[in-house]
């Protein structure tokens, strides 16, 4: 089986992209960072960071995965980076739970809400499932529950 981590917040035109692209061949400049096409050939893909070199917080990762622009980037005229490798919201969520958990061999512990597994979620001010692509790296964090146990609560703010 194939497993496959990607950093998707690399996954937009920057100023990194803009400096090797000039090297790629035409057919590798349209492939880069292929999360589709693994997703497609049936790979398990999983999500991470490179922090410190780039942002830890995940909601940014899942907007540059479907978006394939920088967070923010509401210009509905640019071009997506590569395009036909943006991928749903859902499959970025499970990248970044269930299939990191599997490839840690810890899908039986966590990665998912289900009895028996611990329990450790977040609840966000906004359902990034329906809001704006763009938006969704603006969502906030109200409460973290680990292990059943809230941990941060700023549910009093008002959501």
Same mark, same amino acid.
């Given at each position: 089986?194939?497993?496959?981590?990607?950093?998707?917040?690399?996954?937009?035109?920057?100023?990194?992209?803009?400096?090797?692209?000039?090297?790629?061949?035409? =057919?590798?400049?349209?492939?880069? &960072?292929? +999360?589709?096409?693994?997703?497609?050939?049936?790979?398990?893909v999983?999500f $991470? %960071?490179?922090?410190?070199?780039?942002?830890?917080?995940?909601?940014?990762?899942?907007?540059?995965?479907?978006?394939?622009?920088?967070?923010g980037?509401?210009?509905?005229s640019?071009?997506?980076?590569?395009?036909?490798?943006?991928?749903?919201? =859902?499959?970025?969520?499970?990248? &970044?739970? +269930?299939?990191?958990?599997?490839?840690?061999?810890?899908?039986?512990?966590? $990665? %998912?809400?289900?009895e028996?597994?611990?329990?450790?979620?977040?609840?966000?001010?906004?359902?990034?499932?329906?809001?704006?692509?763009?938006?969704?790296?603006?969502?906030?964090?109200?409460m973290?529950?680990?292990?059943?146990?809230?941990?941060?609560?700023?549910?009093?703010?008002?959501?």
């Open positions: 089986e194939v497993c496959a981590n990607f950093s998707p917040l690399w996954c937009w035109y920057d100023e990194n992209i803009q400096r090797t692209d000039p090297y790629l061949e035409p =057919e590798r400049r349209k492939v880069q &960072y292929p +999360i589709k096409n693994m997703i497609k050939a049936g790979a398990t999983t $991470g %960071s490179d922090w410190p070199v780039t942002t830890y917080r995940p909601l940014d990762g899942i907007e540059v995965a479907v978006t394939r622009k920088e967070p980037n509401q210009d509905r640019q071009e997506a980076f590569c395009q036909d490798q943006c991928i749903s919201v =859902e499959e970025a969520v499970l990248a &970044y739970t +269930i299939s990191a958990a599997y490839v840690n061999h810890q899908e039986k512990i966590v $990665g %998912s809400l289900e028996g597994k611990k329990a450790d979620f977040v609840i966000l001010d906004k359902n990034i499932f329906s809001c704006e692509a763009w938006e969704i790296h603006n969502a906030k964090v109200k973290t529950i680990l292990n059943g146990v809230v941990v941060y609560n700023s549910m009093n703010d008002g959501i």
